[in-house]
């Protein structure tokens, strides 16, 4: 009887048709095992030597097409189908002669016998045996799943993505078809659950490197490394089972916005070990002490009113960094670049420049560069061209809340501060009085040279109106304002003056309230007792003029001839 048939009639089927079911079914394990010996045995007799599930030693004395026959020291010889097998590569172990081990799966006819059973058992047991004294087992990753790998360490066994390796992967399939060393942590043979982990042997070994590694690494130490990643923050190095930051503050002398300007991954470079945290384990490097500081050297290479040559690295919106040298960085700020107009100042990065040192700061890493002062100073010339008093005409360049710039003809630009635009109206915006680029007339007021400032007066190319007035003038004035201390009167436009309580007039009554009979706009004549041109304050009195009239009256009476009566002086008069 043939294999299919005494497995079909286990299985109470009778149909020769279902052999290819039957076949199918041999190839998993734990199918026959459905089947209990009670189940095989009854009705059926047999071979009481042998029985279903026990393990015996076995002879293989032929090999077919269904399999291989085997001597089992009962009458009827067994066989191990081929079909356990599946796709995977028959054992080699497996030929005529060869002494194995089986498990009877069928006594029934024919027994039935399992290779697989045996060598599945084995693999199990010597994966337990591992995972129990936590040895490690080779394996094979065969195939990436959801979340991880299918590993093959003679059984098939889950790795998950983040056991794999220390650092994130990316590509997956580049590790599928690679073998690796793993080690145990689950075990489950009952649920047939089996997980690995590349990543805890990593972490070990890694572990152990440290350690040693921090035995022989000291502060002060020059070292070989090589980059292992790069961050924004600096750079991680390999020192040889251990990693030390390198911080981009440590790399050079100078500001890097980008440590991929400099370094790289793989790159072999030479450090000093700055710092070692044996306890936390950490290691701080340094590279930029081993080669010199270029700014302690700075005055010497870079004396004031030096020219070289340079390159733009950065533009701002108020000047452009300048690299004289690796390392060594100046500012031309905007206002150093002409002596008259600074917005043609247009430069791009890389671009190769003259500039003048004039200003050395080698403590705070600063040095000033300029290009109008390797020029004709036009300044020299204009202490002879505009001296104070001198009227010239200019154009308005630029407005601001507190004045505005006039450019000179010698390209020199002068201030009007919003005080010298009028000798009477207070100005709230310069704005309201000039427009840009309009040419005016303006007087200089003074210069200064060294400081490059020169400042200008729109209102002194009139006359002062306060000066054309003098202590005893006698004149009219429109009440603009009456106040507890006295009223105000406005000579002309933007000319006030003071008359004081106690010098009004002698003649009129006053009320108690408003200590004044006059009104708003009523127009009143007084002399001038007092004038302040500097501080803009001119003061009246109405009493002074009406004394000094009355006085006139009385000389003129008593120089009279005829005697006229006082009264009829005043009645004239």
Known sequence: MSVFKVYSFIEGKNKMTEN????????????????SMNDLMKDYGGDKSIYFGKEIEAVIIEENLDGFMVDLGIKSEGIIPKKEFGKSKIPSELKVGAKVKVKVLSTNGQPLVSYMKILEKSRWDA???????????????????????????????????????????????????NSYEFIITEFDENKKHVVVS?????????NAARASALEHINEGQVIDGIISKITNFGAFVNLGGIDGLLHVNNIVWYKI??????????????????????????????????????????????????????????VMDYGVF???????????????????????????????????????????????????????????????????????????????????????PSGIEGLIHINDFSWTTKIKHPEDILKRDEEIKVMVLGINPKDEKISLSLKHTKPDPYKKYSVGDVIKGKVLRIVDFG?????????????????????KTYNEESQSVVKKDENIEAKIIKIDVKNRKIELSVKRLEFDREKTLVIKYVNQGNNPTLGEILTEE
């Open 257 to 314: 916005k980008k440590v991929e300007d400099l370094l790289h991954c793989g790159q072999l470079i030479k450090v000093q070990v700055s710092k070692v945290d044996k306890i936390n384990g950490k290691i701080s490097l340094n590279i930029k002490n081993l080669i010199p500081n270029p700014w302690k050297c700075v005055n010497e290479k870079f004396p004031l009113g030096l020219i070289v040559k340079g390159t733009v690295k950065s």
């Open 198 to 206: 590349r990543r805890k042997i990593i972490e070990t070994e890694r």
């Open 127 to 177: 994966v337990f045996e591992a995972f129990k004294n936590n040895k490690r087992v080779y394996g094979k990753i065969i195939k990436s799943i959801k979340y991880g790998f299918i590993v093959d360490i003679g059984i098939k066994s889950f790795l998950h993505i983040s056991q794999l390796d220390v650092n994130f992967i990316e590509k997956v399939e580049e590790f599928v078809g």
């Open 322 to 408: 300048v690299e004289l040298e690796p390392g060594i960085e100046g500012l031309l700020h905007v206002s150093e670049y002409s002596w008259s107009d600074n917005s043609k100042m247009t430069f791009k990065k890389g671009q190769s420049i003259e500039v003048k040192i004039i200003g050395v700061d080698a403590a705070n890493k600063k040095i000033a560069l300029s290009v109008k002062k390797m020029l004709i100073n036009p300044w020299d010339k204009a202490l002879r061209d505009y001296m104070p008093g001198t009227f010239v005409k200019g154009i308005v360049k630029n407005i601001v809340p507190f004045g505005a710039f006039i450019k000179l």
């Open 487 to 507: 009223i105000f009167i406005e000579l002309e436009p933007g000319i006030e003056a003071l008359i004081k309580n106690n010098e009004k007039s002698f003649t």
């Open 20 to 35: 290819k079911n039957l076949n199918n079914r041999l190839i998993g394990f734990e199918d026959s095992e459905d089947l």
